[in-house]
Antibody, heavy 121, light 112 residues
Framework: EVQLVESGGGLVQPGGSLRLSCAAS????????MDWVRQAPGKGLEWVGR??????????QYAASVEGRFTISRDDSKSSLYLQMNSLKTEDTAVYFC????????????WGQGTLVTVSS | QSALTQPPSASGSPGQSVTISCSGT?????????VSWYQHHPGKAPKPIIY???KRPSGVPDRFSGSKVGNTASLTVSGLQAEDEADYYC????????????FGGGTKLTVL
């Protein structure tokens, strides 16, 4: 059974940093593109960024709103995906989901439950 | 403000049908057959219910169906059941734009 479990959320001050983790099980992480998607309170979903599969050397892509501040990485040996968030802003407050790309279909087939990040002084 | 426009709420009685719209542009919904829909019970993982406009993942009841006309996609839930009460989000691939994926603001479906 495929499972994605996020962790690492919490309260952080503006300008601070936080690293989120996504523990994957039930599939081979290295074979899949993985994304981070967030949902601000009372708002819709927002794509944050992507880590491509091992065949594409885990290259990454980011939304303009987080480019230069957020970094996606992974450790396939630990079946874990990470989101390093620096220079956090209040508008980064959201529930952050990791999601597995549905290969070739430009959507996602599995999502985690999310972890809440609150940026506030 | 979300890139795709959904009504904030929809409702129907058990057994009825309800349709939720998702309006975009020729750069996203209208330009690609990569519209997807997700059911979300707050606090739980979003569940994919439609991908590539009309396709249902394994295990999703055929009461859920998707369609698209021009720049507007739609999700229809037939034979409403109490467990269908949830938030529903549409998403679309947007090609070479940034971001390459855009979503709607979500529709709260209430089963009366």
């Amino acid at each position: 059974e495929v499972q994605l479990v996020e962790s690492g959320g919490g309260l952080v001050q503006p300008g601070g940093s936080l690293r989120l983790s996504c523990a994957a099980s039930g599939f081979t992480l290295s074979d899949h593109y993985m994304d981070w998607v967030r949902q601000a309170p009372g708002k819709g979903l927002e794509w944050v960024g992507r880590s491509r599969d091992k065949a594409r050397k885990h290259t990454t892509q980011y939304a303009a709103s987080v480019e230069g501040r957020f970094t996606i990485s992974r450790d396939d040996s630990k079946s874990s995906l990470y989101l390093q968030m620096n220079s956090l802003k209040t508008e980064d407050t959201a529930v952050y989901f990791c999601a597995r790309d549905r290969a070739g279909n430009y959507s996602w087939d599995y999502w985690g439950q999310g972890t809440l990040v609150t940026v506030s002084s | 403000q979300s890139a795709l426009t959904q009504p904030p709420s929809a409702s129907g009685s058990p057994g009825q049908s309800v349709t939720i719209s998702c309006s975009g542009t020729s750069n996203d919904v209208g330009g690609y057959n990569y519209v997807s829909w997700y059911q979300h019970h707050p606090g739980k993982a979003p569940k994919p219910i439609i991908y590539e406009v009309t396709k249902r993942p394994s295990g999703v009841p055929d009461r859920f169906s998707g369609s698209k006309v021009g720049n507007t996609a739609s999700l229809t839930v037939s034979g409403l059941q109490a467990e269908d009460e949830a938030d529903y989000y549409c998403g679309s691939y947007a090609g070479g734009n940034n971001p390459p994926w855009v979503f709607g603001g979500g529709t709260k479906l209430t089963v009366l």
